[in-house]
């Protein structure tokens, strides 16, 4: 299992949200710094599922990706998996966002529930640090898609993160 390490430091001129979708898919301007530097670690998974960090503040992130049918279960909902994915992704660099240049973390539990079958164009896992520990982050995750131009919840839960801090 791969470790997603820090970017630089989080300045608060990086902290920007992105509320165009098609522009966020097209552009790196989200924090371009701490973008750029994220870059190649982020790509790897969110690659399949063409996502893009459209909020980056200090300890919340939001990753979206537009729905399509390969991202579908058989009754056409999108599929747990990939709700799951972009929420733990987002609670992973949500805790990036609090560490050290160079740190690395990893989650160690997701817990999700799903309440409603996830349908629309939109989809966008989102998470904010909850506790910051040493060695471990609580973090809030949700999943949520877009539908007639409102952000509606399909699942919400908490996600462990272990943190390997840089030495100073």
């Known amino acids: 299992m791969e470790l997603i390490k820090a970017p630089i430091k989080l300045q608060t001129t990086d902290i920007q949200t992105c509320n165009d979708y098609d522009w966020c898919m097209n552009s790196s301007k989200i924090a371009p710094t701490w973008y750029q530097k994220t870059s190649d670690e982020f790509k790897k998974i969110m690659r ?30 999108v599929h747990a998996g990939a709700l799951v994915t972009l929420a733990d992704s987002a609670g992973g660099y ?11 973390v990893l989650s160690v539990e997701v817990k999700l529930n ?46 462990t993160i272990y943190c390997i801090r840089t030495p100073p």
């Open 94 to 104: 949500a805790a990036l966002t609090l560490l050290p240049s160079g740190s690395r």
């Open 114 to 159: 799903f309440l409603r079958p996830a349908v629309g164009t939109i989809i966008r896992g989102r998470a904010s640090v909850k506790k910051m520990g040493r060695t471990i982050a609580v973090c809030e995750i949700e999943a949520m898609m877009k539908q007639d131009q409102k952000w509606v919840t399909c699942a919400w839960g908490s996600q």
């Open 48 to 77: 399949l599922f063409r996502a893009r960090i459209t909020r980056l503040e200090r300890g919340l992130v939001e990753i979206s990706a537009k729905n399509r049918p390969d991202l579908e279960q058989q009754d056409g909902f």
